[in-house]
């Protein structure tokens, strides 16, 4: 790698004028960035080269694949220079060539490929698998189109597709001789050969899975480099196409071709709603068999054999839409490998973990047999033997068991839960939070906790702190460096020694100053594109995810709602200055959501008009919530809100990237918030509301009546019929949705019932913001126990508990 400016320079003019044939003056930003990656993965590339030497050398690690539908990467570059420890030298030398590293950065697409938590935990973990030296792949689908672009119109949320791959993406590339074939629908012919079943898949479809790879950089160790591989769908060969276009039969050649193409053509833009469609079950089954195909075919060019197929192999699901690793696994032992079932099941759940991310009904997968049996027959059988074999056995082991049969079964009521086939068929399943864990043993799977409670672990999610922090954040991270050290960079619970500066007026005053500038970078932001002006020195009040019932954004809208009526009334009614911040996108077919967004910005543009509002309150709605953006955002934030009904958010992650920014948090006991008050201690931290066992007893007892709380609290009332009426728009219908899934539909997540406290906690929390000292210890305190939600720790409790995996690097350390 590049030990100064000047060699970095030298081999990026090189680089430059090999590829691009024609001068730098001459060449566009996205010439000047095309190069610069393509220089960074050959220097790069020769590490790995030496990587696969030393590992070959040693014991064979074992090798972790991480199966995901979704990767939200956003974007590398950056980052992958500051991994690199290249950052200065690569600024310095381009700005001698009159290049700004920043526009170049601009210039990469900001890869959307996931919905949101899921997605961008994925992402994560790849960082931290890396850097801890586990020999760990992702493996997912290249979407041609990633999550659409949010564009607001008048208040309205519409959707804009995403097409990242436009320029072209650098990063990647394409494998054409790593290609798996991949087989839907036909009919299986079952023959016996000397006793023994064969299984021939005839007249199926065939489908060509194209790997695209993406090399992932780990932080201050080039000769730890891993793989994200996403697959890409194409037609077999042109044979078909050609003889059908010799016939004269193009429409049919021609829909062939796009029939496969739509296979990795578009992420679903569902976070949290199964829709049970058949191109998403296809999607399903097209990257978890490239996936396996590819890694059987490399375990058993090393290997020889698969009988110790899982100790050198774990495979993880990320959530159930990987779960067909089960029956495709099984078919590849038992179909290619011609090995017996008891064998090939045995290390197959040895093989296999599995992460459960909601609890959400709607959400857990459940696929008609009909719709599965069509697609995917040998799938299916597979998928029949499993469910009778797991029937017989707990015949067999559990004397009275109707109760059992009853709600652990893969198959029910005509439909293949996927829950439980990953259950059933791994070694491990974890919750992402405790409290989430706690849920899925006691409730959700409780029957199942009866029958393999060994199985499950609680694993707290936990973020890429040197994303969030080290990266997105330089101004505090550059302070806290000077103060520390840079160990917290490779070890986060380093964090910790920055209690040292608790009672440190001038440090206190620098943290507040960073605070300050990051919030002034935003407003300036804000202001460009969306003409609103924020004054950095109010409360920056944020609350960014994907918009949902369960997640509250409408309780935060009744507060803003119900300080505005109290200052009408009397301006001195709210003591400081507050500027409330949402984003988040709306899946495109929830309504609801939707309805949400609008309420927002019809609210926004009341209060932001009347100038009697002007040093009090702002409210801005930024579109297009995304990694940049979320990058732009934490750092920037007061406070965090973290306001979902106990029991609903199974862990949630942008509570974790606002913590260690300096944020302080304003939430319900729900997910990993329950972790935070821990770390944090209660005086650092503002909690409100039901907790999660209250929840669960009303929902079970119904007895919580939502019209109670709105006859009982005047302001409430006067929000509710505001929100009824044509106080925010000439249309009066537009809110209607809302204000019946309030009082007609008897408010499902008790916005309603929590609305009192949790106004009464905002209004400590901004009491406490007043007095800038208290806060600012507060925020240093959150900052300085952050580390614990790194996932650096998620990753190192994965890789002993779930996947029995080396770290290398701490192994190396201790040597
Ligand atoms: C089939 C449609 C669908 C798509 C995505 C259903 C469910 C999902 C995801 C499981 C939803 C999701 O992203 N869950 C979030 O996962 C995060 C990472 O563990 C958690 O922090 C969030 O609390 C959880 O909502």
Redesign the pocket.
């Known amino acids: 790698m590049f030990s100064d400016k000047n060699s970095f320079k030298d081999a990026y003019l090189e680089k430059y004028a090999e590829i691009k044939g024609k001068s730098i003056e001459e060449g566009t930003l996205w010439d000047k960035y095309h190069t610069l990656v393509v220089l960074l993965k050959e220097e790069i590339s020769l590490c790995r080269a030496f990587t696969n030497y030393t590992a070959d050398q040693k014991q064979p690690a074992k090798q972790v694949y991480y199966f995901s ?2 990767f939200l990467i956003g974007k590398l570059l950056n980052n992958y220079l500051i991994n690199i420890g290249i950052q200065t030298i690569v600024h310095e030398g381009l700005a001698e060539l009159n290049i700004d590293l920043q526009e170049l950065i601009a210039q990469e697409s900001d890869a959307g490929l996931g ?7 994925a992402a994560c973990f790849l960082d931290s698998m890396a850097f801890l030296g586990v020999v760990g792949h992702g493996n997912g689908i290249r979407y041609k189109y990633g999550l659409f672009e949010q564009k607001i119109v008048n208040g309205h949320q519409t959707e804009i597709a995403d097409h990242w791959l436009k320029n072209g993406y650098p990063w990647e590339t394409r494998k054409p001789d790593k290609a798996i074939v991949v087989k839907f629908k036909g009919n299986i012919r079952v023959e016996r050969v000397q006793g023994r079943l064969i299984f021939h898949h005839e007249n199926y479809e065939p489908v060509l899975a194209v790997p695209y790879d993406i090399p992932i950089f780990s932080y201050e160790n080039p000769f730890l480099i891993n793989n994200l591989r996403l697959w890409s769908a194409e037609p077999l060969s042109s044979e078909l196409d050609l003889a059908l276009f010799n016939q004269g039969n193009f429409t049919q050649a021609l829909s062939y071709k796009s029939e496969v193409e739509a296979i990795s053509y578009i992420l ?1 833009p ?6 049970g469609r058949e191109l ?1 079950l296809k999607q399903e089954y097209f990257f978890v068999a490239a996936g396996l195909g590819a890694i059987v075919r490399s375990y058993k060019k090393r290997n020889g054999t698969l009988k110790d197929f899982s100790q050198g192999v774990a495979i993880h699901i990320n ?1 159930t ?1 990987p779960a067909l690793c089960i029956p495709e696994l099984m078919r590849i032992f038992i179909d290619e490998e011609g090995m017996d079932w008891e064998e090939s099941w045995n290390i197959t759940v040895d093989a296999i973990s599995y ?1 459960n ?2 609890i ?1 009904p709607e ?3 459940k696929w008609p047999v009909s719709l599965l049996k069509n697609l995917l027959p040998r799938i299916y059988m597979i998928i029949e033997e499993i469910d009778r074999r797991f029937k017989e056995k707990l015949l067999r082991r559990f004397f009275n068991c109707e109760e059992l049969l009853r709600s652990t079964p893969v198959m029910r009521e005509g439909q293949i839960c996927m829950a439980n086939l990953a259950i059933i068929g791994s070694h491990s399943i974890n919750g ?2 405790r409290l ?1 864990t706690e849920i899925l043993k006691q409730h959700v799977f409780k029957d199942f906790h009866r029958i393999f409670g060994y199985k499950f672990t609680n694993l707290t ?1 936990g973020v890429n702190h040197r994303r969030f922090l080290l990266t997105a954040n330089p101004a505090l991270s550059e302070l806290v460096t000077e103060a520390i050290g840079p160990g917290w960079k490779t070890n986060a619970n380093e964090l910790k020694k920055l209690h040292n500066y608790q009672e440190d007026a001038s440090f206190l005053e620098q943290l507040g100053k960073v605070k300050y500038q990051n919030k002034q970078r935003l407003a300036l932001m804000i202001q460009e594109k969306q003409g609103i002006y924020l004054d950095p020195h109010s409360l920056y009040d944020v609350h960014v995810k ?1 918009i949902h019932a369960y997640k509250r954004q409408l309780l935060n809208v009744f507060k803003v709602m119900d300080l505005y009526n109290r200052l009408q009334r009397d301006p001195e009614a709210v003591q400081g200055s507050y500027s409330f911040i949402f984003g988040g996108k709306a899946a495109p077919g929830y309504h609801y959501a939707k309805s949400i967004i609008k309420l927002i910005h019809d609210l926004a543009q009341k209060i932001n008009k009347d100038q009697r509002m002007k040093e009090k309150l702002r409210v801005v709605f930024l579109e297009n919530f995304n990694v940049s953006l979320a990058e732009r955002i934490y750092p920037a934030a007061d406070l965090s809100e973290q306001i979902s009904t106990a029991s609903k ?5 942008g509570n974790m990237k606002f913590m260690m920014n300096g944020a302080l948090t304003l939430g319900t006991l729900d ?2 918030n329950v972790e935070i008050k821990e770390a944090v201690g209660d005086e650092h931290i503002f909690i409100f509301g039901l907790t999660a066992g209250e929840v669960i007893e009303y929902n079970r007892n119904r007895s919580y009546k939502s019209w109670d709380e709105y006859h009982t609290n005047p302001r409430l009332k006067k929000i509710l019929e505001q929100l009824n009426s044509n106080y925010l728009l000439e249309n009066a219908q537009e809110f209607r949705a809302i204000y019946d899934s309030l009082l007609l539909y008897n408010d499902e997540f008790y916005v309603l019932k929590d609305f009192e406290s949790y106004m009464r906690t905002f209004e400590e929390a901004s009491k406490i913001y007043l007095n800038q000292d208290m806060w600012l210890k507060s925020s240093l305190h959150n900052i300085a126990e952050s580390g614990v939600f790194s996932s650096d720790r998620t990753i190192r409790e994965y890789a002993h508990q779930v996947w029995r995996a080396r770290c290398r690097r701490i192994e190396e350390k201790e040597e």
Do not use: F, I, K, P
């Open positions: 539908m979704e919905n949101g938590g899921l997605g961008r935990l679903y569902e976070d949290s709603n199964h829709a998403r959530d839409h992460t991310h909601t959400m959400a857990l997968e992402v939070a989430h999610n994907r958010e199974a862990s949630g992650t997910g990993a």
